[in-house]
């Protein structure tokens, strides 16, 4: 399933605020999820049997908060937003 159309500039120009947040930011948990939200969309279109498989991945997808990522690091939090303000 291609979603170039929802993600591309040139055919859908409102992407373009979303993709310019995501690069300035280096965000790419904003970027993946954008894709798998044009997945989803995109399959909701195709039948139920299409929207079903792609919101089985999408539920498979582990979550982890931001302290709890620092936590299994071995970082302590406060030094993770110190960090993070610096950078």
């Given amino acids: 399933m291609s979603i170039h159309p929802l993600l591309c500039r040139g055919q859908n120009p ?3 605020p979303l ?3 995501a690069k300035r930011g280096q965000w790419l948990g904003l970027h993946a999820l954008a894709q798998m939200t044009a997945r989803v969309v995109l399959a909701n279109e195709k039948g139920d049997v299409e929207r079903e498989a ?3 991945a999408v539920r498979g997808f582990a979550e982890m908060s931001m302290e ?3 936590k299994s ?3 302590a939090t ?3 937003f110190l960090a993070a303000r610096i950078t």
């Fill in 14 to 16: 409102a992407a373009g």
């Fill in 19 to 21: 993709l310019d947040f």
């Fill in 54 to 56: 792609e919101w089985r």
């Fill in 68 to 70: 709890d990522r620092v």
């Fill in 73 to 75: 690091n071995g970082c």
């Fill in 78 to 80: 406060s030094h993770f």
